[in-house]
């Protein structure tokens, strides 16, 4: 079998930065990770056709010796569909992940860090989870961790601005 | 007979996809789905008579020849397979229904969980019948996405953190399985099972462990075995009750009847046994160490199960038709069991209002029935003689002391001890959810409280927690059929021990597929089509 080596080399190449993507802890780039061994692996697919050759079309004059084997472009076709679901699937998982949570990374679970430090905690029952699908859900006041102190600040100053406001006025309405 | 195999699959999926259109209209929905599941029992229970009584059953899709078409394969196991996930799915939905109904369904989005429920079917059933490698990745691809929806179900922060860690190693495991297909049709030429079974032993010896190793491990992460299992108990507590039931039960075992195909049909050889044999090993004691820890009840059945993979592993490992036959009978009864143990869990947590251990106590006087649909399988689980747990281990040692080497020994040592201390993790949780008082709960809530707590505005306050009949009545069932399971253990083992027999080297799965062995059917070695 005789094997493409630009091919080969890519498909390495995708490979490597594919396995060293995905064990990244940021989901994206678990994603993108995944996406490159997935055309990785369609390639090695293609190259397991072996030799290239004509289009695989039954025609006069063209020996079955010379065509290129359909197989495994039958097999990648369904491999880049399921793929293609998959890591729309992935990206929906990880806005999901990052409208609830507010972070990228994959996140230790709870049980075993507590189980590690030895105080078990008590399992939440989910009810407190569900959360309103606002863009600020749950921890999202965390995002911006002085807006609270923001918010009093500008109420302070609309009060402020309007105590001022009816003092002029009241200082116009005795003039 | 062969028309009513595709059923098998189509079934399924067209219901699927009515249930999809039925979206606004539950209740049509449930009735869709219930009817759908019922027709593939009966499918499979036909099959399954048939395939017995008449030898098994080769499909050619589309009425393409063996080698070129996509082929579906029923023999003994893969019929009893389907009859045994058929009535798993069942149960499981009427649990959910139930479940459902009584939370207004809160815990199940109406529109999707019916849809995604019969493709998790279509897909488990299309990878018990699959007889090309491909059409196996195919549904387990179909089974896995559909998994992927139901675990992150209604997306809450704790779910998708789970569902995460599960997809992500998903999609390694398939990449790896995809990898090999490609491998595999580089060396043989083919993707056709019986083929590639044909065509391996002309292969070079190391390029058959490389393929052989990497099939491994790419099932081994579905199956759950141990240094791949690590997933497993972080992802599984996490879902619904219904859904962390119906995975438990099936999906596990999709990874692990994978294997078996691999070890008897691919790779009939002892290449990896002893691996295979030292996998076992560490799989059933690693996985009860695991359980023995927990306290919370989900995760402990969790760590269980992927100790229990290792007795299944134990039995492939044999290579004898004995151990297939063990292991065959082991998967029917642990699918039910674990299957009834999680829905059991799923009670415990609406009585109890929690699955951890340190929280409950007092359920045996709170829900009786309860006790009872937890402690009978606790004890089958744990291998209590008249059970079918007991039949089927005291069948996997048998096994093994046919075979007859020291490491067999020591794995039969190893399974009574793991035996013993899954009987230790379930009583625990037995001792300390239903047997002891109430009061002695530090802490103690009652679940009432946390109930009223939970109402939303005050509107509506329940003021109890009332069981469902159809969850208590799809656990019953349960129950039922895995003491079935002993009841009728003589004619369920001698069909496995005829399953196993199909097992015991390639021809008879290879004469299937090329009646009148035609075989090699290599016309063109080259395996190029057309």
Redesign the interface.
């Known amino acids: 079998?005789s094997v493409s080596l630009v091919l080969l080399v890519v498909m390495a190449a995708l490979y490597a930065s594919g396995i060293y993507l995905?064990l990244e802890r940021s989901?994206t780039r678990?994603l993108l990770g995944?996406l490159l061994?997935?055309n990785a692996?369609n390639l090695?697919?293609l190259?397991?056709a072996?030799k290239v050759g004509s289009a695989?079309i039954?025609a006069d004059g063209v020996a079955?010796e010379d065509?290129t084997?359909?197989?495994?472009e039958a097999?990648i076709l369904?491999?880049i569909v399921?793929t293609f679901?998959?890591s729309a699937?992935?990206m929906a998982?990880i806005y999901?992940?990052w409208k609830?949570?507010r972070q990228d990374n994959?996140?230790d679970?709870a049980?075993?860090i507590a189980?590690r430090t030895g105080t078990?905690l008590?399992?939440?029952?989910?009810?407190d989870?569900?959360?309103s699908d606002t863009e600020f859900g749950?921890r999202g006041e965390a995002a911006v961790s002085t807006a609270g102190e923001l918010e009093v600040e500008l109420e302070d100053a609309a009060d402020n601005a309007t105590s001022g406001a009816d003092t002029s006025t009241d200082d116009g309405s005795a003039r | 007979m062969n028309w009513l195999v595709p059923l098998v699959v189509l079934v399924p999926l067209v219901a699927s996809a009515t249930t999809l259109i039925l979206g606004k209209r539950p209740q049509a929905q449930r009735i869709v789905t219930i009817i759908a599941l019922v027709i593939v029992l009966a499918i499979g229970a036909i099959l399954l008579y048939t395939v017995d009584l008449q030898g098994s059953l080769a499909m050619e899709v589309g009425g393409w020849e063996a080698p070129f078409g996509i082929v579906l394969v029923v023999d003994r196991l893969a019929a009893l397979m389907v009859v045994v996930s058929a009535l798993v799915l069942l149960a499981v939905l009427v649990f959910s229904v139930g479940q459902g109904l009584a939370d207004g369904d809160h815990e199940t989005p109406v529109s999707i969980y019916y849809p995604t429920y019969l493709i998790l079917a279509t897909g488990v059933f299309n990878a018990f019948i699959a007889g090309d490698l491909?059409n196996l990745y195919?549904g387990f691809?179909i089974l896995l996405?559909s998994s992927?929806?139901l675990i992150?179900l209604g997306?809450?922060?704790?779910r998708?953190?789970?569902?995460?860690?599960y997809?992500?190693v998903s999609?390694?495991s398939?990449?790896l399985f995809?990898?090999s297909?490609?491998?595999i049709?580089?060396a043989v030429g083919t993707?056709n099972i019986a083929q590639i079974s044909l065509r391996m032993a002309e292969i070079p010896i190391d390029v058959q462990v490389i393929l052989h190793v990497m099939l491994l491990i790419a099932f081994g992460i579905k199956a759950a075995v141990f240094p791949l299992s690590f997933w497993l108990p972080?992802s599984y507590p996490t879902a619904p009750a219904p859904v962390t039931a119906v995975f438990a039960g099936l999906l596990t075992k999709v990874g692990v009847y994978a294997i078996i195909r691999t070890e008897t049909i691919i790779f009939p050889g002892p290449q990896l046994n002893i691996a295979l044999m030292i996998i076992a090993l560490l799989t059933m004691v690693v996985g009860v160490l695991g359980a023995v820890?927990?306290?919370?009840i989900k995760?402990l059945l969790s760590f269980t199960l992927v100790s229990h993979i290792g007795y299944m592993i134990l039995g492939v490992s044999l290579g004898s038709a004995a151990g297939t036959t063990a292991a065959i009978y082991y998967i029917v009864h642990h699918i039910i069991v674990q299957t009834t143990l999680f829905l059991g869990a799923g009670l415990i947590e609406r009585v109890g209002?929690?699955?951890?251990i340190?929280?409950l106590g007092g359920l045996l006087k709170a829900a009786p029935i309860v006790a009872v649909l937890f402690f009978l399988p606790a004890l089958n689980l744990g291998g209590i003689p008249p059970f079918s747990g007991f039949i089927g281990k005291l069948a996997l040692f048998e096994a093994s002391a046919q075979q007859g080497s020291p490491l067999a020994y020591v794995l039969i040592g190893a399974g009574a001890l793991v035996s013993l201390l899954t009987l230790y993790a379930l009583i625990r949780v037995w001792n300390m959810a239903f047997w002891r008082p109430a009061d002695d709960v530090e802490g103690y809530e009652s679940p009432l409280l946390?109930n009223v707590k939970?109402a939303p505005g005050g509107r509506t306050v329940q003021a109890t927690r009332r069981l469902p009949g159809l969850m208590i009545g799809a656990t019953a069932g349960m129950v039922v059929v895995s003491l079935a399971l002993t009841v009728f253990a003589g004619p369920l083992y001698s069909l496995s021990a005829r399953a196993g027999e199909n097992l015991e080297g390639p021809t008879t799965y290879v004469d299937i597929v090329f009646p009148g062995n035609s075989g090699p059917g290599d016309p063109?070695p080259?395996?190029?089509?057309?």
Do not use: C, H, N, W
């Open positions: 079998m995905l989901m678990v995944f061994v997935g692996t090695l697919i190259i397991t072996g695989p039954v079955p065509m084997d359909p197989l495994p097999l369904t491999a399921i679901g998959v699937f992935l998982l999901r992940s609830l949570a994959v996140q679970d049980d075993d189980l078990l008590l399992p939440s029952d989910g009810s989870t569900d959360s749950l | 491909f195919v691809e996405v992927y929806v992150t997306g809450t922060e704790e998708i953190r789970a569902g995460t860690t997809i992500v999609l390694v398939s990449m995809l990898a297909i490609a491998m049709y580089g993707v972080d820890a927990q306290a919370d995760r209002g929690s699955t951890s340190t929280k946390d939970e063109d080259g395996g190029t089509d057309d």
